[in-house]
DNA sequence: CATCAGGCGAGAC
DNA sequence: GTCTCGCCTGAT
């Protein structure tokens, strides 16, 4: 166990941010990820973060997963003054981080994600790490399933695949699956690119449209000019930003603003179902 | 019962 | 190129 501080960390918002659908809080302050193939918790207090890990795990692998070395504060602190509406939003989201996730794993998941909402978008991908994840077991004995390799899912029945609840984005997947599995579409390729090819790559992928490959770009090839337009942010922008973003203000920090934005809306809405209640 | 959730592909034009 | 339409499924 060890404990970095941080400030602009925040684990519930990085959990509730819709990024990575595989954390989540399990007890008071406390939350729990499986990622790079290992299974971690970890608990926050304030500005001390609890990494229930060993010094070199947390140096190999967490210090880069949750972008560690990147000031966030300095991004924030980069947003026009005159622009209320954003400054309030980084300000309600500075928690957020932009992970550095597995490509595999979020082609997948955001392949999921499309016409869904959050909590059965994480259904699905626990129910497809079930059946056909590894099952393993972390150092204090908590078992817990990976996400399923590209062989995994390229040999799924796509029948099968319907059974995970995941309706007509099963066809996506098998076809997507095979197409990385059979080397079609070189995965170690995407690393070369710049965020305009790597996105004009990722689109020949059935299943794969602009938003989807945009959020693949931004969460696994950490492309941060990337800018995912999905509904929350298209309603944001049209009431926000009638004369449109300034893309050209804040150049590859745009993608990080947008997660803010996109979190300040999502937010919002759960406060207002609550209210209702 | 309709509508909506972090859209996309197919077809019409 | 732009537009419309249908689509699995569960929650409200």
């Known amino acids: 166990m060890i404990t970095i501080q941080s400030k602009n960390f925040s684990a519930l918002q990085i ?6 659908f595989r954390m989540e809080a399990c007890g008071e302050n406390r939350y729990r990820l499986v990622a790079k193939g290992k299974y971690l918790e970890l608990a926050q207090q304030e500005e001390d973060i609890l990494f229930d890990c060993t010094q070199e795990e947390y ?12 000031d966030y504060a300095q ?16 300000d309600y989201g ?3 981080r932009i992970l550095h996730q597995d490509l595999w794993e979020m082609i997948i998941s955001f392949l999921i994600s499309q016409q869904n909402n959050i909590k ?5 991908i626990n129910q497809l790490c079930e059946k056909y994840g590894e099952k393993r077991e972390s150092a204090n004995g908590v078992s817990y399933y990976d996400f399923p390799t590209p062989q995994s899912l390229a040999e799924a029945q796509l029948e099968d695949l319907y059974a995970c609840g995941l309706g007509y984005r ?22 070369t690119m710049n965020y305009a090819a790597a996105k004009k790559e990722l689109l020949k992928l059935y299943g794969v449209g602009t938003k989807v490959a945009d959020c693949i770009c931004l969460f696994a090839l950490h492309k941060t000019d990337a800018f ?7 309603k944001v922008l049209e009431l926000q930003y009638p004369e449109g973003f300034p893309f050209e203000k804040y150049g590859k920090n745009s993608g990080i603003l947008q997660q803010y934005l996109f979190y ?9 179902k609550i209210s209702k209640k």
């Open 15 to 20: 959990c509730m941010s819709g990024q990575c």
């Open 59 to 70: 140096h190999t692998v967490w210090k880069d997963y949750f972008d560690m070395e990147t």
């Open 228 to 234: 995912p337009r999905d509904t929350h942010i298209n």
């Open 94 to 96: 500075k928690g957020i």
């Open 120 to 124: 059965r978008i994480r259904k699905c």
């Open 75 to 90: 991004i924030i602190a980069g947003i026009d003054a005159e622009d209320t509406y954003l400054s309030a939003a980084a």
């Open 264 to 272: 300040y809306d999502l937010e919002k809405g759960d406060l207002k």
């Open 170 to 191: 099963s066809k996506y997947i098998h076809a997507t699956a095979n197409s990385i599995y059979s080397g079609e579409l070189d995965l170690s390729a995407l690393w």
